[in-house]
């Protein structure tokens, strides 16, 4: 993105995500949510959102 927001402290961060990124968000927090069914911890949902993400993080930066 070639400019930059500043979002204030009550706006909501979803309000400048593009379609695709609000999408991506939605997804995670779905599959945080399952992870979290099925007796998973903070830590190791972490670690495995890192290890499944992280070649695309990666490519992004």
């Known amino acids: ?3 930059t927001n500043i979002i204030k402290q009550k706006e909501s961060l ?3 995500l593009t ?3 609000l999408k991506e968000v939605e997804q995670l927090e779905m599959l ?3 992870l979290i069914g099925v007796g998973m911890g ?3 949902i972490k670690d495995f959102i ?3 993400y992280k070649s695309s993080l990666l490519l992004a930066s």
């Open 1 to 3: 993105m070639g400019t």
């Open 14 to 16: 979803r309000d400048y």
């Open 19 to 21: 379609s695709e990124q």
């Open 32 to 34: 945080v949510g399952s």
């Open 42 to 44: 903070y830590k190791e």
């Open 50 to 52: 890192e290890t499944k």
